[in-house]
Protein backbone atom coordinates (compact mmCIF):
# COMPACT_ATOMS: atom_id res chain seq x y z
CA UNK A 1 0.00 0.00 0.00
CA UNK A 2 1.76 3.15 -0.85
CA UNK A 3 2.21 5.62 2.01
CA UNK A 4 0.95 8.94 2.01
CA UNK A 5 2.76 11.67 1.66
CA UNK A 6 2.58 14.86 3.64
CA UNK A 7 1.34 18.37 2.91
CA UNK A 8 4.08 20.73 1.72
CA UNK A 9 2.53 23.08 4.31
CA UNK A 10 2.52 19.87 7.28
CA UNK A 11 6.60 20.07 6.43
CA UNK A 12 6.84 23.28 6.81
CA UNK A 13 5.47 23.54 10.13
CA UNK A 14 7.91 20.80 11.23
CA UNK A 15 10.95 22.58 10.42
CA UNK A 16 10.27 26.08 11.03
CA UNK A 17 8.78 25.77 14.91
CA UNK A 18 6.52 29.18 15.80
CA UNK A 19 8.93 32.14 16.05
CA UNK A 20 9.64 33.55 19.39
CA UNK A 21 8.12 36.88 20.68
CA UNK A 22 11.59 38.59 20.87
CA UNK A 23 10.09 41.96 21.50
CA UNK A 24 8.25 40.93 24.59
CA UNK A 25 10.93 39.54 26.09
CA UNK A 26 13.01 42.51 26.09
CA UNK A 27 13.60 44.34 29.82
CA UNK A 28 11.23 47.08 30.19
CA UNK A 29 13.35 49.41 30.06
CA UNK A 30 14.48 49.03 26.68
CA UNK A 31 10.87 48.87 25.59
CA UNK A 32 10.45 52.12 27.20
CA UNK A 33 13.36 53.40 25.10
CA UNK A 34 11.81 51.77 22.04
CA UNK A 35 8.61 53.88 22.33
CA UNK A 36 10.27 56.93 22.83
CA UNK A 37 11.11 56.78 19.49
CA UNK A 38 7.26 56.86 18.51
CA UNK A 39 5.00 60.00 18.46
CA UNK A 40 2.89 59.61 22.19
CA UNK A 41 -0.36 58.45 20.34
CA UNK A 42 1.34 55.31 18.76
CA UNK A 43 3.01 54.77 22.45
CA UNK A 44 -0.17 54.54 24.14
CA UNK A 45 -1.36 52.99 20.76
CA UNK A 46 0.62 49.81 22.48
CA UNK A 47 -1.58 49.34 25.45
CA UNK A 48 -4.04 47.07 23.62
CA UNK A 49 -1.41 44.64 22.94
CA UNK A 50 -1.14 42.43 25.94
CA UNK A 51 -1.31 42.97 29.33
CA UNK A 52 2.24 43.64 30.20
CA UNK A 53 2.07 46.35 27.53
CA UNK A 54 -1.16 48.33 29.17
CA UNK A 55 1.31 50.84 31.30
CA UNK A 56 4.32 50.89 29.79
CA UNK A 57 3.93 53.93 27.94
CA UNK A 58 3.02 55.91 31.47
CA UNK A 59 7.06 54.89 31.79
CA UNK A 60 8.54 56.34 28.10
CA UNK A 61 10.58 59.43 29.14
CA UNK A 62 9.23 61.39 26.14
CA UNK A 63 5.27 62.98 25.25
CA UNK A 64 5.42 63.96 21.79
CA UNK A 65 2.20 65.45 21.05
CA UNK A 66 1.41 66.76 17.15
CA UNK A 67 -2.77 67.99 16.90
CA UNK A 68 -3.73 66.13 19.43
CA UNK A 69 -7.14 66.69 20.93
CA UNK A 70 -6.59 68.97 24.57
CA UNK A 71 -8.52 66.30 26.27
CA UNK A 72 -6.15 63.21 25.16
CA UNK A 73 -2.98 65.26 26.19
CA UNK A 74 -4.78 66.26 29.67
CA UNK A 75 -5.88 62.38 29.99
CA UNK A 76 -1.99 61.41 28.86
CA UNK A 77 -0.60 63.90 31.09
CA UNK A 78 -2.15 62.97 34.11
CA UNK A 79 -1.84 59.28 33.94
CA UNK A 80 1.96 59.68 32.50
CA UNK A 81 4.24 58.49 35.67
CA UNK A 82 7.78 59.38 34.34
CA UNK A 83 9.63 62.50 36.73
CA UNK A 84 12.78 62.81 34.30
CA UNK A 85 11.33 63.93 31.10
CA UNK A 86 13.72 63.66 28.18
CA UNK A 87 12.01 65.81 25.75
CA UNK A 88 8.75 66.74 25.24
CA UNK A 89 7.05 68.39 22.39
CA UNK A 90 4.04 70.50 21.62
CA UNK A 91 2.45 71.75 17.93
CA UNK A 92 -0.66 72.63 16.91
CA UNK A 93 -2.99 71.47 19.66
CA UNK A 94 -6.69 71.03 19.20
CA UNK A 95 -9.08 73.65 21.22
CA UNK A 96 -6.94 73.68 24.66
CA UNK A 97 -7.10 77.16 26.28
CA UNK A 98 -4.59 79.64 27.98
CA UNK A 99 -4.50 77.58 31.15
CA UNK A 100 -4.07 74.58 29.73
CA UNK A 101 -1.39 75.54 27.13
CA UNK A 102 0.47 77.10 30.74
CA UNK A 103 -0.30 73.84 32.73
CA UNK A 104 1.48 71.34 30.09
CA UNK A 105 4.68 73.18 30.23
CA UNK A 106 4.58 73.97 33.50
CA UNK A 107 4.12 70.39 34.25
CA UNK A 108 7.16 69.63 31.36
CA UNK A 109 9.28 71.80 33.58
CA UNK A 110 8.24 70.61 36.76
CA UNK A 111 9.13 66.88 35.74
CA UNK A 112 13.05 68.04 34.97
CA UNK A 113 12.24 68.54 31.15
CA UNK A 114 15.67 68.50 29.41
CA UNK A 115 14.63 68.67 25.44
CA UNK A 116 11.62 70.77 24.69
CA UNK A 117 9.94 71.27 21.09
CA UNK A 118 6.73 73.99 21.20
CA UNK A 119 5.25 74.82 17.58
CA UNK A 120 2.19 77.15 17.96
CA UNK A 121 0.59 79.71 15.86
CA UNK A 122 0.73 82.37 17.87
CA UNK A 123 -2.64 81.78 20.04
CA UNK A 124 -0.37 81.42 23.49
CA UNK A 125 2.23 83.36 25.06
CA UNK A 126 4.85 81.37 26.12
CA UNK A 127 4.88 81.12 30.19
CA UNK A 128 7.80 83.09 31.89
CA UNK A 129 8.76 79.73 34.04
CA UNK A 130 9.76 78.28 30.78
CA UNK A 131 12.92 81.08 30.74
CA UNK A 132 13.77 79.85 34.39
CA UNK A 133 13.81 76.31 33.48
CA UNK A 134 17.42 74.52 34.91
CA UNK A 135 17.35 71.11 33.27
CA UNK A 136 16.50 72.81 29.53
CA UNK A 137 19.75 71.66 27.11
CA UNK A 138 17.64 71.87 24.15
CA UNK A 139 15.01 74.17 23.20
CA UNK A 140 13.27 74.97 19.57
CA UNK A 141 10.53 77.48 19.48
CA UNK A 142 8.60 78.05 16.16
CA UNK A 143 5.82 80.59 15.76
CA UNK A 144 5.97 81.55 18.93
CA UNK A 145 5.10 83.95 21.12
CA UNK A 146 6.33 86.06 24.41
CA UNK A 147 10.10 86.03 24.55
CA UNK A 148 10.57 88.12 27.59
CA UNK A 149 12.14 91.49 27.31
CA UNK A 150 13.12 91.97 31.07
CA UNK A 151 12.74 90.38 34.12
CA UNK A 152 14.31 86.99 35.02
CA UNK A 153 15.92 84.98 32.01
CA UNK A 154 18.17 82.07 33.43
CA UNK A 155 18.91 79.17 31.74
CA UNK A 156 22.36 77.56 33.02
CA UNK A 157 22.13 73.89 30.97
CA UNK A 158 20.85 75.54 27.69
CA UNK A 159 23.50 74.44 24.72
CA UNK A 160 21.31 74.39 21.67
CA UNK A 161 18.51 77.11 20.90
CA UNK A 162 16.54 77.13 17.69
CA UNK A 163 14.18 80.09 16.87
CA UNK A 164 11.75 79.81 14.15
CA UNK A 165 9.18 82.60 13.21
CA UNK A 166 9.28 83.79 16.28
CA UNK A 167 7.73 86.79 17.50
CA UNK A 168 8.29 89.44 20.20
CA UNK A 169 7.13 92.53 21.47
CA UNK A 170 10.06 95.10 21.97
CA UNK A 171 13.43 95.11 20.27
CA UNK A 172 15.27 93.91 23.80
CA UNK A 173 13.39 90.79 23.58
CA UNK A 174 15.77 88.50 22.06
CA UNK A 175 19.46 90.20 23.44
CA UNK A 176 17.38 89.46 27.19
CA UNK A 177 16.68 86.11 25.77
CA UNK A 178 20.66 85.55 25.26
CA UNK A 179 21.87 86.98 28.33
CA UNK A 180 20.24 84.38 30.08
CA UNK A 181 22.30 81.24 28.04
CA UNK A 182 26.05 80.86 29.58
CA UNK A 183 27.03 78.08 28.23
CA UNK A 184 25.06 78.17 24.90
CA UNK A 185 26.84 76.46 22.11
CA UNK A 186 24.56 76.30 18.93
CA UNK A 187 22.26 79.36 17.82
CA UNK A 188 19.68 79.35 14.91
CA UNK A 189 17.92 81.91 14.20
CA UNK A 190 15.49 82.17 10.89
CA UNK A 191 12.69 84.35 10.26
CA UNK A 192 12.06 85.79 13.01
CA UNK A 193 9.58 88.62 13.20
CA UNK A 194 9.06 92.00 14.69
CA UNK A 195 6.12 93.45 16.76
CA UNK A 196 4.41 94.56 13.58
CA UNK A 197 4.89 91.14 12.03
CA UNK A 198 6.84 93.28 9.01
CA UNK A 199 10.24 92.99 8.87
CA UNK A 200 13.59 91.02 9.79
CA UNK A 201 14.69 91.73 12.82
CA UNK A 202 17.51 89.12 13.09
CA UNK A 203 20.37 90.96 12.58
CA UNK A 204 18.82 94.52 13.37
CA UNK A 205 18.07 93.67 16.76
CA UNK A 206 20.17 90.63 18.13
CA UNK A 207 23.50 91.09 19.65
CA UNK A 208 25.55 88.34 20.55
CA UNK A 209 27.61 90.23 22.89
CA UNK A 210 27.12 87.37 25.60
CA UNK A 211 27.70 84.13 23.46
CA UNK A 212 30.81 83.67 24.63
CA UNK A 213 30.70 80.07 24.90
CA UNK A 214 30.01 79.66 21.34
CA UNK A 215 32.05 78.28 19.77
CA UNK A 216 30.70 76.60 16.02
CA UNK A 217 28.67 79.09 14.24
CA UNK A 218 26.80 78.64 10.32
CA UNK A 219 25.35 81.61 9.64
CA UNK A 220 23.17 83.40 6.50
CA UNK A 221 22.04 87.30 6.04
CA UNK A 222 19.11 87.28 3.61
CA UNK A 223 18.70 90.96 2.84
CA UNK A 224 16.23 92.95 0.55
CA UNK A 225 18.03 96.54 0.28
CA UNK A 226 15.70 99.35 0.97
CA UNK A 227 16.58 102.90 0.49
CA UNK A 228 18.07 104.63 3.69
CA UNK A 229 18.38 101.04 5.51
CA UNK A 230 21.18 99.51 3.99
CA UNK A 231 24.08 101.33 6.25
CA UNK A 232 22.37 100.46 9.44
CA UNK A 233 21.78 97.21 8.43
CA UNK A 234 25.34 96.85 7.25
CA UNK A 235 26.70 98.17 10.70
CA UNK A 236 24.48 95.53 12.49
CA UNK A 237 25.64 92.85 10.77
CA UNK A 238 29.30 93.95 11.61
CA UNK A 239 28.54 94.13 15.30
CA UNK A 240 26.67 91.23 15.34
CA UNK A 241 29.49 89.29 13.71
CA UNK A 242 32.44 91.18 15.90
CA UNK A 243 30.31 89.22 19.23
CA UNK A 244 31.39 85.81 17.66
CA UNK A 245 34.93 86.47 18.47
CA UNK A 246 34.87 83.18 20.55
CA UNK A 247 34.09 81.10 17.56
CA UNK A 248 36.70 78.14 16.15
CA UNK A 249 34.68 77.48 13.59
CA UNK A 250 32.91 80.05 11.55
CA UNK A 251 30.77 79.65 8.41
CA UNK A 252 29.60 82.86 6.84
CA UNK A 253 27.01 83.44 3.68
CA UNK A 254 24.99 86.50 2.47
CA UNK A 255 23.91 88.13 -0.75
CA UNK A 256 24.34 91.57 1.01
CA UNK A 257 26.78 93.79 -1.02
CA UNK A 258 28.91 96.12 0.38
CA UNK A 259 29.70 99.62 -0.25
CA UNK A 260 33.06 99.29 -2.28
CA UNK A 261 36.42 100.42 -0.32
CA UNK A 262 34.49 100.22 2.85
CA UNK A 263 36.71 99.32 5.80
CA UNK A 264 34.07 98.28 8.57
CA UNK A 265 34.23 101.38 10.78
CA UNK A 266 37.79 101.51 10.53
CA UNK A 267 40.76 98.97 11.82
CA UNK A 268 40.27 100.35 15.45
CA UNK A 269 37.08 98.68 15.11
CA UNK A 270 38.14 95.28 14.28
CA UNK A 271 37.55 92.55 17.01
CA UNK A 272 40.02 90.15 17.31
CA UNK A 273 39.03 85.95 16.62
CA UNK A 274 42.01 84.29 17.73
CA UNK A 275 40.32 81.10 18.39
CA UNK A 276 38.86 80.59 14.55
CA UNK A 277 40.51 78.24 13.32
CA UNK A 278 38.39 77.57 10.35
CA UNK A 279 36.48 79.89 7.94
CA UNK A 280 33.98 79.43 5.18
CA UNK A 281 32.92 82.48 3.50
CA UNK A 282 30.28 83.05 1.25
CA UNK A 283 29.90 86.46 1.07
CA UNK A 284 30.89 90.02 -0.06
CA UNK A 285 35.12 89.56 -0.54
CA UNK A 286 36.04 92.36 1.65
CA UNK A 287 34.66 90.24 4.71
CA UNK A 288 37.72 88.09 3.95
CA UNK A 289 40.07 90.93 4.19
CA UNK A 290 38.85 91.43 7.69
CA UNK A 291 38.93 88.01 8.71
CA UNK A 292 42.71 87.72 7.63
CA UNK A 293 43.54 90.58 9.52
CA UNK A 294 41.91 89.49 12.86
CA UNK A 295 42.11 85.95 12.92
CA UNK A 296 45.46 85.51 13.65
CA UNK A 297 45.35 81.74 14.23
CA UNK A 298 43.23 80.93 11.07
CA UNK A 299 44.66 77.18 9.71
CA UNK A 300 41.38 76.15 7.23
CA UNK A 301 40.07 78.79 4.74
CA UNK A 302 37.27 78.33 2.08
CA UNK A 303 35.84 80.32 0.09
CA UNK A 304 32.45 79.10 -1.52
CA UNK A 305 29.91 80.05 -4.04
CA UNK A 306 29.46 84.02 -4.17
CA UNK A 307 27.61 85.82 -7.17
CA UNK A 308 30.10 87.62 -9.09
CA UNK A 309 29.96 91.00 -8.16
CA UNK A 310 31.09 90.18 -4.66
CA UNK A 311 34.24 89.42 -6.00
CA UNK A 312 35.21 92.46 -6.97
CA UNK A 313 35.58 94.01 -3.73
CA UNK A 314 39.02 91.84 -3.03
CA UNK A 315 41.22 94.45 -1.18
CA UNK A 316 44.61 93.65 -0.57
CA UNK A 317 45.78 93.83 2.97
CA UNK A 318 48.28 96.76 3.87
CA UNK A 319 50.16 94.48 5.27
CA UNK A 320 50.70 90.41 5.44
CA UNK A 321 48.18 88.89 7.73
CA UNK A 322 49.91 86.74 10.57
CA UNK A 323 47.39 83.95 9.58
CA UNK A 324 49.34 84.05 6.52
CA UNK A 325 52.61 83.87 8.25
CA UNK A 326 52.28 81.21 10.37
CA UNK A 327 49.16 78.88 10.63
CA UNK A 328 47.40 79.33 7.21
CA UNK A 329 48.06 75.19 6.12
CA UNK A 330 45.09 74.70 3.56
CA UNK A 331 43.04 76.99 1.09
CA UNK A 332 39.73 75.91 -1.10
CA UNK A 333 38.24 77.90 -3.66
CA UNK A 334 34.53 76.77 -4.88
CA UNK A 335 33.56 77.75 -7.72
CA UNK A 336 36.20 79.41 -9.95
CA UNK A 337 35.37 81.38 -12.97
CA UNK A 338 38.76 82.30 -13.64
CA UNK A 339 38.03 86.47 -13.38
CA UNK A 340 41.28 88.71 -12.54
CA UNK A 341 39.79 89.55 -9.30
CA UNK A 342 39.50 85.77 -8.74
CA UNK A 343 43.80 85.48 -10.27
CA UNK A 344 44.67 88.24 -8.06
CA UNK A 345 43.36 86.96 -4.72
CA UNK A 346 44.95 83.37 -5.66
CA UNK A 347 48.33 84.86 -6.76
CA UNK A 348 48.19 87.29 -3.42
CA UNK A 349 47.43 83.48 -0.93
CA UNK A 350 50.69 81.63 -2.80
CA UNK A 351 53.05 83.88 -2.63
CA UNK A 352 52.16 85.05 1.23
CA UNK A 353 51.49 82.01 2.93
CA UNK A 354 54.33 80.59 4.02
CA UNK A 355 53.19 77.60 5.65
CA UNK A 356 50.58 76.39 3.27
CA UNK A 357 50.36 72.66 2.25
CA UNK A 358 47.38 72.68 -0.19
CA UNK A 359 45.17 74.75 -2.00
CA UNK A 360 42.44 73.38 -3.79
CA UNK A 361 40.43 75.08 -6.56
CA UNK A 362 37.18 74.03 -8.15
CA UNK A 363 36.08 75.42 -11.75
CA UNK A 364 33.42 74.83 -13.21
CA UNK A 365 34.85 76.45 -16.61
CA UNK A 366 35.78 73.16 -18.06
CA UNK A 367 37.27 74.40 -20.99
CA UNK A 368 39.60 76.86 -19.62
CA UNK A 369 40.63 73.99 -16.87
CA UNK A 370 44.15 73.61 -18.61
CA UNK A 371 45.21 76.76 -19.03
CA UNK A 372 44.30 78.40 -15.84
CA UNK A 373 46.28 75.37 -14.35
CA UNK A 374 48.92 76.36 -16.37
CA UNK A 375 48.96 79.76 -15.50
CA UNK A 376 49.04 78.96 -11.68
CA UNK A 377 51.30 77.05 -11.55
CA UNK A 378 53.16 79.75 -12.53
CA UNK A 379 52.50 82.09 -9.47
CA UNK A 380 55.24 82.65 -6.66
CA UNK A 381 55.01 80.47 -3.68
CA UNK A 382 55.69 81.55 -0.51
CA UNK A 383 55.85 77.35 0.83
CA UNK A 384 57.85 75.16 -0.64
CA UNK A 385 55.86 72.12 0.69
CA UNK A 386 52.34 73.52 -1.51
CA UNK A 387 50.64 71.25 -3.25
CA UNK A 388 48.02 72.83 -6.05
CA UNK A 389 44.89 70.79 -7.08
CA UNK A 390 43.06 71.98 -9.59
CA UNK A 391 39.32 70.26 -10.52
Same mark, same amino acid.
Given at each position: MEKTKPCPSTKRLKQNPPSVDRLSRLPDAVLCQILSFLPTKLSVATSILAKRWRFLWTHVPTLDFDGENHNIINRVIMLHKVQGLTTFRLCYMDKCDDYEFETWITTAIARNVQNLDIGLNY?????????????? =????????????? &? +???? #??? %???????? =????????????? &? +???? #??? %?IIEGIVDKDLLQDGVSKHISAEMLTSLIEADIYFDYYKNDGESDDYFQSVVKFIDSLRNVKYLKLSSGMELEPGGDFGGPESIRRFDNLTKLELAIDWLFLTRFLKSADNLEVLIISEVDGYLRYNWMKPKQVPTCLLSHLRMVRIDQFWCTKYEFKLVRYLLKNSKVLKRMEIYSPNNEAKFDTLQKISLFQRGSETCELAFY
Open positions: QFMLPRCLFTCKTL =VNLTLFNCVGIPS &S +GAVS #LPS %LKKLHLYF =VRYQVDEAIPHLL &S +GCPV #LDE %L
